[in-house]
């Protein structure tokens, strides 16, 4: 038998130190930025660097928002990330249900072409795209910044697997009561799957708001730009002032860590998710 230390056994002492470990690689970045957004140029550009800073300057966070029009980058980030997400999941959810629980012609290899698109990364389908909306007239748009996301392989396929792991029998009993398919999923089937679903649209909503590449092919307005672009502006020639790129970069992350903290809950259960018992 292990010897205890401290109520716990050795072995597991050894695990919660591994744990720790890694806690604290992944939570040092965060740290640093925080830390450094509070800094004074000089003491960012100091070697070696100090863990904290001498002087806590939130006036740093005041400066990054007088650099530009930074509640507009911040309107068109949260615009952009909500209705690409929203417009992905309503397609998405219709999509995974049939693909589940229906059998029509071709449907396999339909599914099987759209889960090639997890294969294909934006980049490859830039120039048909770009060329496609240009045509259209929608470059300098939200609608360039949305409607390309329209289908979500990745939604489609967690969210059709999960479609599958409910019970053959609450579909048949809820047809049985002649209830209508559109509420069926709605009412019945999305609530059972509720950590899966909460789980696809953080994903997809972190995806949008960190975008950056997309943003700067279709659009040359600042009117249009996100957060993610206007972090950009910060870096000049003249050098960049660390202490206010990473405040923008708290700014930019602040909206993802409350949203995670809310959801933390369902994105847990949804990695442990294995039918309904």
Known sequence: MSKRVLGVTIPEAAGLLLLLAVGLIY??????MIVTSLKTLSETLVFPPSFFPKQLKFENYVDVWRTGPFPRYVFNSFLVAISATALQL?????????FARKRFK???????????????????????????????????TYAALIIPYMVSPFAIFLLSESFKQLPEDIIDAAKMEQMSEGRLVWSM?????????????????ITHWNDLFWVLIMTSSEKLHTLTVGMIKLTNTEGTHWQLLMAANVILVAPIFAIYVFASKHI??????????
Do not use: C
Request: no cysteine; net charge positive; proline share 6%.
């Open 90 to 98: 309503v397609v998405a959810i219709p999509a995974a249900y049939a």
């Open 268 to 277: 847990k259960s949804a990695f442990t998710y294995s039918g309904i018992k």
């Open 27 to 32: 939570l040092f970045p965060f740290y640093w």
């Open 189 to 205: 089937l999305l609530p059972m799957i509720k950590q899966i679903v909460v789980t696809v649209t953080l994903l997809l909503f």
């Open 106 to 140: 071709g449907s396999k290899i339909i599914y099987g072409l759209i889960l090639s698109g997890l294969m294909l990364p934006m980049q490859v389908v830039i120039i048909p795209i770009y060329l496609l909306l240009s045509k259209w007239g929608l470059i300098n």
